[in-house]
């Protein structure tokens, strides 16, 4: 008798097709997925291009494989071209998008790369420089909130970490650094550079004056607890000068940590934060809620001299001070929108801000011979000395406020962002 044979057993036609189809879905998902985060995150666009280009293959990828079956030839032609040539580029746009993604951040030994990358265009003036670039330095530590920075004497800049409870520094090509302050939630802010080649700032919280060297050395002396620091200054003296806020009172400190004096500030909850070093060899001071300027000699004598703008009622009116080119004292008047000039001798100029923009913040001296400050639109601007309004630079970063200007031996304008946990930099042409 005959045996039958079974039959051979063999794979459906439409198997293979059907996991093609499912991994072509899948790919082209993702890379789809990727390439939306990429445009939105706004990284690095070439990559959001080419995942959407690579739609064009996985379409009709997809699209053959639940087309009809005629035409079997050409089909499975065009069908396996499709399939290698779409899967190769389907899987290198996927891998280029995840190093994108989850690709490391760079480490204070090698720098942050720029954050934002654009170039400004000012307004153009016959004495002011109409053109900048900006560059911005994302700070390593989340969240850090820098709230002053300054120019040090190895060529560098060091910035305060509020939130960090850090002490930054920046090379001028953007190698961060970051030295933890031995206090914890210490609360600094104020940096100043005094004649012995330190930087030195207050710790609000610690009750604590604190110095770091160049090489990051941090040493901490000791004020009278409760002291409420808000402000610090290298003096023309060649002492630290430094001022408390509830205890409305300016202390002097030697460059080895002694305390030699304390003065009280005449006007009773003055709210004085700022204070500067002046050109006439006395330090200078604004009192945000006693709406004066304040002068202090290095023996501690004070005088006063009002600020012709009133207060308005019921608000404090923040400033900030410095030396212009000029030889003069500077200082912004926030709510009043205006910037203010007065000889060392206390005569007094105001200068309304046009728009626009108002609530003039931080001012630095700039290279260009101008006065340079923020306001409350994201501009830095500039002022010249004889008081005439020049251009002014847009900072786009979504909710950053730019502050505490400076200027260092590279002539450009550097800057914090607390918002947005930045350090930027402006490149002018002079």
């Known amino acids: 008798m005959s045996q039958q044979q079974s039959p051979t057993p063999h794979s459906s036609p439409h198997r293979g097709s059907s996991l093609g189809l499912w991994i072509g879905m899948v790919l082209l998902l993702t890379t789809t997925i990727l390439g939306i985060y990429a445009i939105v995150t706004k990284q690095d666009i070439i990559f959001s291009v080419i995942s959407f280009g690579l739609v064009v293959f996985a379409v009709p990828l997809g699209i053959l494989q639940v087309a009809p079956s005629s035409l079997v030839q050409m089909r499975q032609t065009i069908k396996m071209g499709l399939l290698v040539i779409g899967l190769s580029l389907l899987l290198g ?38 053109a900048g670039h900006l560059r911005e330095f994302l700070i390593l530590t989340p969240n850090s909130r820098p709230v002053s920075i300054v120019s040090g004497s190895d060529g560098n800049f060091w910035f305060t970490e509020e939130r960090g409870n850090k002490i930054g520094r920046i090379t001028p090509q953007g190698v961060i650094a970051e030295y933890l302050i031995p206090t914890s939630n210490s609360i600094p802010g104020g940096l100043t550079r005094s004649s012995d080649g330190n930087l030195w700032f207050f710790e609000n919280k610690g009750d ?16 009278p607890a409760g002291s409420d620091l808000v402000g610090i200054t290298a003096g023309p003296d060649g002492n630290l000068w430094f001022v408390g806020y509830k205890p409305n009172k300016i202390w002097r400190m030697t460059t080895s940590g002694v305390i030699t004096g304390g003065f009280p500030i005449p006007t009773d909850g003055s709210g004085t934060e700022t204070i500067i070093a002046g050109p006439d060899g ?10 004066k300027l304040g002068r202090i000699t290095p023996q501690g004598q004070i005088t006063e001299f009002p600020i012709p703008t009133p207060l308005v009622p019921g608000q404090q009116n923040y400033h900030d001070m410095i030396v212009g080119p000029d030889g003069d004292i500077w200082f912004t008047e926030g709510l009043a929108d205006k910037i203010g000039r007065t000889t060392p001798q206390g005569d007094i ?15 630095c001296a700039g290279p260009d011979g101008n006065l340079w400050f923020t306001d409350d639109a994201k501009h830095i601007r500039r002022i010249t000395t004889s008081g005439m309004f020049l251009g002014e630079f847009m900072i786009s970063t979504s909710g950053s406020r730019p502050a505490a200007l400076t200027v260092g031996p590279d002539k450009n304008i550097w800057f914090i962002e607390p918002s947005g946990n930045r350090i930027g930099q402006i490149t002018i042409s002079l």
């Open 93 to 130: 746009s996927l891998t280029l998008n995840l190093i994108l993604l989850f690709r490391p951040q760079v480490s204070s030994t090698s720098g942050p790369k720029p954050a934002l990358t654009s170039t400004l265009t000012g307004i153009p003036s016959s004495v002011s420089p109409s």
């Open 208 to 223: 604590k004056i604190g110095r770091i060297t160049p090489q990051g050395q941090i040493t901490e002396f000791p004020v």
């Open 282 to 291: 006395n330090v200078w001071f604004v009192e945000d809620w006693g709406n």
């Open 349 to 363: 100029t105001e200068f309304s801000v046009p728009p626009p923009g108002g609530n003039p913040g931080s001012l």
